[in-house]
Structures are given as structure tokens and as C-alpha cells.
């Protein structure tokens, strides 16, 4: 089984650039307080840290 994380959008995407708004979409997260499980890839942890102050990392699985 592949390494997960489960993320929290904690911030508005109101009055912030196109690209972070962009970033959110992508990984599946447009609700204050909604959470998904993503798998642990680089590419999402590189997601996560351009709009690290809209979101919150719960915890690490696997």
C-alpha cells in the first residue's frame, strides 16, 4: 500500500492569486474545513507547500 496524508483546507481562496486557487482544485479541495486523502508524491507535497498557509496536514498513513 502506497504512503498517504490526509489534508485540510483551513484558509479561503478568496483574494489570493489564480494559480494558488488553481492548486486547491487540484487537489480536490474547494471547501473551508473539507479534508482528502492524497497519496504521497512528490508532486502534492510540492502542491501543498505553494499554498501551505490554506492547508493543514492531519496526519500520515502507511
Excluded: C, F, Y
Excluded at 474545513?33 to 498557509?53: N, Y
Aim: proline fraction near 5%; charged fraction near 30%; aromatic fraction near 0%.
Amino acid at each position: 500500500m502506497a504512503k498517504t496524508i490526509v489534508v485540510k483546507q483551513v484558509g479561503s481562496p478568496i483574494r489570493r492569486p489564480q494559480d494558488q486557487r488553481a492548486t486547491l482544485i487540484g487537489l480536490g479541495l474547494n471547501k473551508m474545513h473539507k479534508t482528502r486523502e492524497l497519496e504521497d508524491t512528490p508532486a502534492v507535497r510540492g502542491m501543498i507547500s505553494k499554498i501551505s498557509h490554506m492547508v493543514e496536514i492531519i496526519e500520515e498513513k502507511g
